[in-house]
T-cell receptor
């Protein structure tokens, strides 16, 4: 069974440019998460989806970040415009049901110059 | 506000040693606690999950304990191997469905 797929794996952009990350969760997993992990820190939740509904986006900086999960499967996280402080690893995770653990993708490492 | 702390931040040991990683959390109202492993450039892999009603979980050479009342968990690794080298993250699950992570312990096991 394929795990959580993320692309791209690495992205280098200049500040003020837009950037988008894509996530394909494990098949059948209705819950999807986006996390940001700064260097030397643990991941922090940005947004959680139940199917196509964003049920927890309290940590998402809405002035520049947006996310969508069309048809309750794939998800895209966008930053526009990017700032230097956005450099981090962006992790996607999915979960089958409430008692299950979260399964993480390999992440996208973003560097903003 | 729930805060999770991990000690030590880094650890270097020779192969074969038994070792203990520590995790503490400030609010005992947790749903469960998990230990994850993170290899460089890769995502997180769940190692052990302890429900709030449980005291410990074991998987192979790994044993994790949970003391909710004192806000502590330990991950015990027996007979460490170079392949155990990674960052180990502790996370508590709170209220509906949110994981709060510690900053991790970076482990290096040398031959």
């Amino acid at each position: 069974e394929a795990g959580v797929v993320q692309s791209p794996r690495y992205k280098i952009i200049e500040k003020k440019q837009p950037v988008a990350f894509w996530c394909n969760p494990i098949s059948g997993h209705n819950t999807l998460y986006w996390y940001r992990q700064n260097l030397g820190q643990g991941p922090e939740l940005l947004i959680r989806y139940e199917n196509e509904e964003a049920v927890d986006d309290s940590q998402l900086p809405k002035d520049r970040f947006s996310a969508e999960r069309l048809k309750g499967v794939d998800s895209t996280l966008k930053i526009q415009p990017a700032e230097l402080g956005d450099s981090a690893v962006y992790l996607c995770a999915s979960r089958l049901d409430y008692l299950d653990t979260q399964y993480f993708g390999p992440g996208t490492r973003l560097t903003v110059l | 506000k729930q805060e999770v702390t991990q000690i030590p931040a880094a650890l270097s040991v020779p192969e074969g040693e038994n070792l203990v990683l520590n995790c503490s959390f400030t609010d005992s109202a947790i749903y469960n606690l998990q230990w994850f492993r993170q290899d460089p450039g890769k995502g997180l892999t769940s190692l052990l999950l302890i429900q709030s009603s449980q005291r410990e979980q074991t998987s192979g050479r790994l044993n994790a304990s949970l003391d909710k009342s004192s806000g502590r968990s330990t991950l015990y690794i027996a007979a460490s191997q170079p392949g155990d080298s990674a960052t180990y993250l502790c996370a508590v699950r709170v209220n509906t469905d949110k994981l709060i992570f510690g900053t991790g312990t970076r482990l290096q096991v040398f031959p």
